[in-house]
């Protein structure tokens, strides 16, 4: 990434600069193309790297990950036997587990990391996303539900989830004939799917896509 003297970048526009989230260096807005990267000189934090037709695949790749959610959540997670007994669970049951008593905030939690916060974030980035494809105008608020997606990211636990069940499946084996269900390979399926979209998700494209649509240009994005 070329860096200016910083006099130069002192008579530049904000939309002109980018400070490196890592370590505070500013930089004259480089033209990065697809396949290139910026990178921080200081810290050698990767600042951009736009992927060809990366919005086309967001959306894509955040619809198919939100129908997986959507199978996930209703269809059988495991199947139980141990002694003739006889039981199957959906996520939606295994959130609605501590539904009774003191239980409750766990049950609100468990369903909002898993499902709620997942889903909303991948809503929110087609949102965002979908109407910049062909370069097109920002939705209404997109800016703004640009920012809650991000500000969500922490909190979307779906694939912390699958290193739970799968710790307590090794614990259940021995107790009990486990069988994995639809939702199970469903939601395998979804991790996989999410780490890919993660993967197109280049922040500073995104932002300047919002900021090239908007009338007052000129000002720090908000
Ligand atoms: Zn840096």
């Known amino acids: 990434m070329m860096q200016t003297e910083p006099e130069d970048l002192a008579a530049l526009p904000l939309t ?3 400070a490196c989230p890592h370590c505070d260096a500013l930089y004259r807005l480089p033209t990065v193309r697809p396949r290139e990267r910026a990178v921080c000189q200081r810290c050698g934090l990767v600042l951009m790297a736009p992927r060809a037709r990366a919005f ?3 959306v894509a790749l955040s619809a198919c990950a939100l129908i997986l959610l959507a199978v ?3 269809t059988p ?4 036997s141990a002694a003739g007994l006889h039981s199957d669970a959906s996520i939606w049951d295994a959130a609605m587990a501590f539904s009774d008593g003191i239980m409750v905030p766990l049950s609100i939690a468990v369903a909002a990391f898993i499902i709620v916060i997942p889903a909303l974030r991948l809503a929110l980035i087609v949102y965002t996303v979908f109407p910049l494809i062909g370069g097109g105008a920002p939705a209404p608020h997109a800016a703004r539900a640009f920012r809650i997606a991000d500000d969500l990211r922490p909190w979307s636990m779906a694939e912390i989830f699958v290193i739970g069940v799968a710790v307590a499946l090794v614990k259940i084996a021995g107790m009990a004939s486990v069988t994995p269900g ?3 390979w469903t939601f395998g399926v979804l991790v996989i799917v999410l780490i ?3 993967s197109f998700v280049d922040r500073e494209q995104i932002w300047s896509a919002l900021d090239a649509a908007r009338p007052d240009r ?3 994005p908000a």
Do not use: C, H, S
């Open 16 to 18: 002109q600069l980018r």
């Open 56 to 58: 086309t695949r967001i």
């Open 72 to 74: 996930a959540l209703f």
């Open 77 to 80: 997670f495991l199947d139980l």
């Open 182 to 184: 639809i939702a199970f």
């Open 196 to 198: 890919w979209q993660e």
């Open 218 to 220: 000129g000002q720090a």
